[in-house]
């Protein structure tokens, strides 16, 4: 069932949309060569805890850290690990939520660690850009498949792949709501959206093939190919002529 929001609900949203987008600023202010990705997943926890919020992916469904940190060909759902340092050259795609007063916010950015290939700029740009593409045709009473095929035929006419079997997701109360939001799928086709109804829309991007495999941690989702894969991803409200983004 996809639930519309009151105002109110959407006020509390913004709340945790403002404090995701903190985090993400401040993850890009601490990523540098020589970091662990647990150093950076501290910094995220105090933060949101300073908020008075709380870690949106800690413990659900046994996840044990509050961002997800993936590198390179990791698509998404790295968990930090001490032992994992940054390095020169390196795409890194950090993920979090935050959770207040019962709404939660979800939001990733892909960043860059040093100087990275040009390969990889682009990989970052377009897989932002893709998300804004998705944006500009989302307003109340269009199709989810208006929005996932915008996303993909921007990512594909650049030479590169999204991911199919992750999606995006309705948020609220819980962090995954319906509907799920493919980054990939026909015009004209799917449930309608309406006003007052939240989403994260996430497009993962792979400079290869689509496909993906699960790491044996039971959490780390790579590219099968080995290739880099980003990861852009706001919580947004649909408004009557587009959408409003509430962690940006
Ligand atoms: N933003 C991620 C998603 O919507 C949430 C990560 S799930 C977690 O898929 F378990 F890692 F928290
Ligand atoms: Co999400």
Not at 38 to 47: F, M, P, T, V
Not at 95 to 103: K, L, Q, S
Not at 104 to 127: C, P, Y
Not at 229 to 234: L, V
Request: net charge negative; aromatic share 6%.
């Amino acid at each position: 069932m996809i639930t519309i929001k009151t105002q109110n609900e959407i006020d509390k949203m913004r709340k945790a949309g403002l404090i995701v987008r903190d985090v993400l600023n401040i993850m890009g202010d601490n990523i540098k060569v020589g970091i662990t990705t647990k150093e950076l997943d501290k910094i995220a926890y105090e933060h949101i805890i300073s908020c008075g919020a709380y870690p949106s992916f800690f413990g659900y469904r046994g996840y044990p850290a509050s961002i997800c940190v993936s590198i390179d060909d990791e698509v998404v759902h790295g968990i930090p690990s001490p032992k994992r340092i940054l390095e020169e050259g390196q795409i890194v795609s950090i993920d979090v939520g935050a959770y207040i007063n019962g709404y939660h916010a979800d939001a990733a950015r892909t960043f860059e660690v040093g100087q990275v290939s040009a390969q990889n700029k682009k990989l970052i740009k377009v897989t932002e850009q893709s998300f804004f593409e998705g944006l500009k045709v989302l307003k109340d009473g269009v199709r989810l498949g208006d929005l996932s095929s915008a996303i993909q035929n921007y990512v594909e006419k650049a030479g590169f792949s999204v991911v199919r079997a992750l999606v995006g997701h309705g948020i609220g109360k819980q962090i995954h709501e319906d509907p799920s939001v493919p980054n990939f799928g026909t015009a004209g086709k799917g449930v309608r959206l309406a006003q007052n109804m939240t989403i994260a829309i996430e497009p993962m991007v792979n400079m290869g093939g689509h496909e993906v495999e699960f790491c044996p941690d039971g959490w780390t989702v790579k590219t099968k190919d080995g290739l880099p894969s980003a990861h852009y991803e706001n919580t947004v409200v649909i408004t009557s002529d587009g959408a409003e983004i509430l962690t940006l």
